[in-house]
């Protein structure tokens, strides 16, 4: 019989997610139209019936034309109507029956093919709901537009779709742009400010230095601290929003400065107390996120412990770096507290979702510790708080110590040259071929001083020994040695005159071989023939040593073998001779 | 200053004093000129700039002296003297004492700067 034929598979294959080939724009997305099937059906059950009708009525008719005619010619009448009548009814009996049974059929399989088509919708709903809307969000997230977006979508199977998914594309296209452009908007913002936030710390220190009124600097002192809570903030904006980190610094910067750093940022800054020893210090490519980092977690310890409470920070070297813990007394976080912080700083998202709007500080602590490669964890503390505990990888450590509080000359060549004039005016080297030694030896005591401040003092020990009094240069103090102007610094405490007596020490052959153009002055100081010219050549505060010695007599030898000649004098700073 | 760049250190000097702008002591205990001698090494946990001072005091040195080494101002400088002074870590001497209570030098040193100008 003529069964129903099955629907066939929609043409664009709807239930088939391989069918991404990239089409025409928006106008690819046409719903796919089934045949119709029960006109089909139909014609199939009238000619089914008809069939049916046809045979049952040759067969029914035939039936009744041989009962007729076999029968005898008296019952041929009635025969004929009994089988005419029989017939008939069969025929119709059959006919209903073969109608009924093609017609249930049909309705069947109508049933069957709906239930397919059914199915197929149902996948294709499913496609369009797990596949084509996300991978369409996806791109438009990616920074597609929406047209294109709706290029590359996989074909969908309906108009309904086609719709929903167009609509979908521009809203959040729209929203996409709206995100973009607030981000961009605050990073820029931000970086303003953070640049506005810097120049006006680098004028207040000016003007503090510039101040000596204390009412004046503590004002200013407010303003910085003021000043620099505003370019946390605009950090914390622009580490949030992407932007780069505001200051670089160009030196690794120790641990002190930058644990002070970071507390210097936050309100309550007099309620930290540092404990640290470490000498470390972080590299300067680190080191502004690590004081932000810092001065985020000092501002939670600080806000959330009571006023009164102090915030106890702790250094520890490790082997791993350097841990760095921060306690406050303040409320102990429950378990889902700290789970959740502990979530805050090491989510692996990088979205902005599951910003609180108020509470920025553990999402930029997370941020910075994911990009400088930190560990933070929470832990109750022992003060009665919550411990917080940031480990530095050693990658970002360098053992760099601090600098001398007076720092050597970057450039050691100009140094020598007044030196070597100032010392042949107070106190000329013994003999010439020492001059050189000493001058050479200082710039290079010096420059060590500057990488590590325990071997120049070696250094300069030795030199002592070795070249006696002949070394000016090495009898000063070991933590400075030169002032910031170039100029060698007279050792604290020694007085002029010992640098006079000294000079009168050594002999007098020996001096005249020094230097000539000073040489005429100091023999004629130390002569007492000519008064005035060594006056003029001489700084007041060794005429004043020679004054000194004059009164006393002169110089003990004992201490003038001793004692080295110390350096000589700064023109700015006067003996304490000339005030005592 | 000790700053070549622009303010390339990131210590701001409220944190170096703790907050305080004012010296405990009085602004009358450490003028410019006043001498400071440390009585005592720095130890290990101590303020850097607490350290320095003592480190440069191991001889006597002038507060303006120390200031411009520290690369601070004077006001910062007498803060943190005060605070080693309350500690006992430093003196200070005043050089101007002896002049300030007479106005005339002794004339025992009138005397002798007579002879060594002789002598001279």
Redesign the interface.
């Given at each position: 019989m003529t069964s129903p034929e099955i629907a066939p598979p929609p043409a664009a294959g709807a239930g088939q997610p391989a069918a991404g080939s990239a089409q025409p724009v928006t106008g690819s997305i046409q719903p796919t139209v089934h045949a119709g099937q029960p006109a089909a059906a139909g014609d199939g059950t009238a000619a089914g019936t008809a069939l049916a009708l046809l045979i049952s009525v040759v067969v029914a008719g035939a039936a009744c034309l041989i009962a007729v005619y076999s029968s005898a010619e008296s019952a041929r009448a009635g025969v004929a109507w009994g089988t005419g009548a029989a017939g008939a009814v069969l025929c119709a009996a059959v006919t209903v029956a073969a109608h009924a049974r093609l017609t249930s059929r049909s309705l069947r399989a109508a049933v069957s093919a709906g239930q397919t088509r059914l199915a197929e919708r149902e996948a294709a709903d499913n496609y369009f709901a797990d596949g084509t809307v996300p991978a369409v969000v996806e791109r438009l997230r990616r920074g597609g537009s929406a047209e294109t977006a709706l290029a590359e979508a996989p074909p969908v199977s309906s108009e309904a779709q086609r719709r929903v998914l167009i609509s979908l594309a521009r809203e959040v296209h729209r929203g996409e742009n709206m995100r973009a452009a607030a981000m961009s908007a605050c990073a820029n913002a931000a970086g303003r400010v953070q640049a506005l936030a810097t120049s006006m710390a680098a004028d207040l220190r000016e003007m503090e230095h510039r101040h000596a009124d204390e009412d004046v600097l503590a004002d200013l002192l407010e303003l910085d601290h003021r000043n620099a809570q505003m370019g946390r903030i605009a950090d914390s904006i622009a580490v949030l929003t992407g932007a780069r980190s505001g200051r670089r610094w160009a030196k690794p910067i120790v641990m002190e400065s930058i644990l002070r750093g970071a507390m210097g940022r936050i309100s309550g800054y007099q309620r930290v107390r540092l404990h640290s020893t470490s000498e470390v210090a972080i590299a300067g490519h680190a080191a502004e996120g690590v004081m932000h980092l810092l001065a985020e977690l000092m501002d939670n310890a600080a806000n959330f412990s009571p006023p009164t409470s102090e915030v106890h920070v702790y250094v520890e070297e490790v082997a791993a770096g350097v841990v760095i813990t921060i306690e406050d007394g303040g409320l102990v976080m429950g378990e889902v507290a700290l789970r959740r912080a502990q979530q805050a700083v090491s989510a692996d998202h990088g979205d902005l979702t599951t910003l609180s709007g108020t509470r920025l500080g553990l999402a930029v602590v997370g941020r910075l510790a994911r990009k400088h490669g930190l560990s933070v964890s929470f832990r109750p503390s022992a003060h009665g708080g919550t411990g917080v505990l940031v480990r530095i990888p050693r990658e970002l450590l360098t053992e760099r110590r601090r600098e001398e509080p007076a720092p050597m000359p970057p450039a050691a060549e100009p140094a020598p040259a007044p030196r070597a004039s100032l010392g042949a005016q107070s106190t000329p080297p013994p003999t010439d071929h020492v001059r050189p030694v000493t001058e050479h030896s200082g710039p290079a005591a010096d420059h060590a001083g500057q990488q590590d401040p325990a071997r120049p003092a070696q250094q300069r020990a030795e030199g002592h020994d070795q070249q006696g009094s002949g070394g000016y240069a090495n009898a000063a103090p070991p933590p400075q040695v030169y002032g910031e102007s170039g100029l060698p610094k007279r050792r604290r405490g020694q007085t002029l005159a010992a640098v006079a007596r000294a000079t009168a020490a050594s002999s007098q052959t020996e001096r005249s071989q020094s230097g000539a153009e000073h040489g005429a002055g100091e023999e004629a100081a130390a002569d007492g023939t000519s008064p005035a010219a060594g006056r003029a050549k001489r700084p007041s505060g060794t005429r004043f040593g020679d004054f000194r010695r004059a009164v006393q007599g002169t110089g003990d030898p004992e201490e003038s073998g001793t004692s080295s000649p110390s350096s000589p004098t700064r023109s700015s700073s006067l003996s304490e001779d000339d005030t005592e | 200053?000790?700053?070549?760049?622009?303010?390339?250190?990131?210590?701001?000097?409220?944190?170096?004093?703790?907050?305080r702008?004012?010296?405990t002591t009085g602004?009358d205990t450490f003028d410019l000129?006043t001498?400071v001698v440390s009585e005592s090494a720095p130890v290990?946990?101590m303020?850097?700039?607490h350290a320095?001072?003592l480190?440069?005091?191991?001889?006597?040195?002038?507060v303006v002296?120390l200031a411009?080494?520290?690369?601070l101002?004077?006001?910062?400088v007498r803060i943190l003297l005060g605070d080693l002074l309350a500690q006992g870590k430093i003196t200070a001497r005043h050089?101007?004492r002896?002049?300030t209570a007479d106005a005339l030098p002794d004339p025992d040193i009138l005397k002798?700067?007579l002879?060594?100008?002789r002598?001279?």
């Open positions: - | 200053m000790t700053r070549p760049g622009r303010d390339e250190d990131p210590d701001r000097l409220y944190t170096v004093t703790g907050g702008s004012r010296s602004a000129v001498l290990r946990g303020q850097s700039e320095a001072i480190r440069i005091c191991r001889f006597p040195t002038a002296e411009s080494d520290l690369g101002p004077v006001s910062v050089p101007r002896a002049r002798q700067v002879v060594g100008l002598n001279i």
